[in-house]
């Protein structure tokens, strides 16, 4: 990867898109603190809470643990979230126990548990069919205006993303192109990328979506230009 | 009861009470094959330290020697080109060769390899009980002060280091403290049967429990039985003792795979 500048501001929701091998989750990971980058920075509003959902997470039958004592390892669980997470009557169970929508849940609720000012999810949508990936998505969407907090996401699936995200970045080595869903679809990096059959219907779907709900272009945040409170990393 | 009977039973309780919550560690980390690396190069020091003429003591020699082999294990255990057990069966099964062959070599020194294969519970001095039970004291202390980090690396070493946790350094911690304590257990239990203390009542206790701390302290309580059990069984029917702690462990295993 190189020549890699993204920035996150506080409550905004963001996209990371790109074909596979483009160093995504590289670039998750490198502003996580996971993995350091061989040059460059990542610069962080101070006392930043980042809440993270990993792409993978298998819970080891060997280790005995109830979805309860998982959570309040890492911190205070609030009721009304779990409720709203509909995490409250699995309570009880072995985590190793759980159905993958279940655990998707449980993580969830634990990267809030800390009041984050920053959401990461690596791939939230991987193994979640369109109707599961579209609730997801509003459930982010609610609680990310509910609580405060700013998304980024990493995800290959571009449904998510039209749904979603107020800016995406598409990612192939270098950010090839950044903006609104409508913007990126239209771009000519985006569209050798992805085909222009998936980047017309990202800039289609985002304007009949927009529709839908009667706003106008206007009120999506366009350039954003505002102090770093979040990441940068170049 | 005779003092020497005594002596071994102390010791070995004192033993199983560190290889409880280790074990327990080990078995959530899949370190098995780890802690049998680490004991097979601890013939090493054996070797050593018979080639030193006593210079260098027994125990510090395998103590040095597993420390060495611990971090070298930390250090390249992520070369990619390899799987984790075949870097772990080069070190281990090398080391043991050495050491048998150093051993051998050494024709000047009879020694009874036997007593660090299988280990020689009925052979310990006070002196080697008092150091048992200031490690227990110093391990069980670590363990309490560093469990929260300990599990969270277990459970998910990425949430765990955005929530916080210095990976690296636990996993070291971990590393190091199961380097001393088979070191120090090889005179007991031997250099085959050392990982068998730590992962037959782990996961024993596993069975039983429902949480972390539970299967802890429970495998604690099975290692304690099955040590004290196979002491009293080798004295009555007169077997080598390291064996038969480990046959009593393995029958408390399917006794509780049946009562679970």
Known sequence: MHEVSAQVNAGEMVTIVGPNGAGKTTLLKCLLGLETADY?????????????????????????????????????INPSIAAELNVGKLMK?????????????????????????????????????????????RLLKRLSEQL????????????????????????NHHVCC?????????????????????????ALYHHHHTHEHGLGDEDYPHEHHHDHTGHHHG | MDEFVLRALVGALILAVMMGPLGALVVWRQMAYFGDTIAHAALLGVAVSLLSAGAVPMTLAMLIVALIVALI???????????????LGIIAHGTLALGVMLVAMSHNIRVDMNAYLFGDILAIDWMDVS?????AATILALLWWRWRALLMVAIDPAIAA?????????????????????????????????????????????????????????????AMVSVSAGLFMSLNIDAPSGPAMVVCAALLFVLCGFFR
Not at chain 1, 47 to 57: A, E, S
Not at chain 1, 154 to 170: F, G
Not at chain 1, 179 to 195: E, I
């Open chain 1, 93 to 137: 169970q072995q985590l190793s126990s759980l159905s993958g929508g279940e655990l998707r849940r449980v993580l969830l609720l634990r990267a809030l548990l800390n009041a984050p000012q920053l959401l990461v999810l690596d791939e939230p949508t991987a193994g979640v069919d369109v109707s599961g990936q579209g609730e997801l998505y």
């Open chain 1, 178 to 202: 950044e903006g609104t869903p409508q913007k990126v679809g239209g771009d000519a990096s985006f569209r050798a990328l992805f085909g222009d059959d998936l980047a017309n219907q990202l």
């Open chain 2, 131 to 135: 150091v048992l039970a200031a490690l």
């Open chain 2, 162 to 222: 955005v929530e916080g946790v210095h990976v690296a350094r636990t996993h070291l911690l971990l590393t190091l403290m199961l380097a001393t304590v088979i070191a120090v257990a090889i005179k007991l239990t031997g250099v085959l049967l050392m990982t068998a203390l730590l992962v037959m009542p782990a996961a024993a206790a596993r069975y039983l429990s429902h949480t972390p701390l539970q299967m802890a302290m429970r495998a604690a309580l099975l």
């Open chain 1, 148 to 171: 405060g907090f700013a998304v980024l996401m990493v995800s290959h699936d571009l449904y998510v993303v039209m749904a979603s995200t107020e800016r995406v970045i598409c990612l």
């Open chain 2, 73 to 87: 294990l930390a250090r390249y255990a992520r070369d990619t080109r390899f799987h984790a057990d075949t870097l």
């Open chain 1, 40 to 76: 460059g920075e990542v610069i962080r509003a101070p006392d930043l809470r980042i809440g993270y959902v990993p792409q993978q997470f298998k819970p080891q039958a060997s280790l005995p643990l109830n979805v309860e004592s998982f959570l309040t390892l890492y911190g205070k």
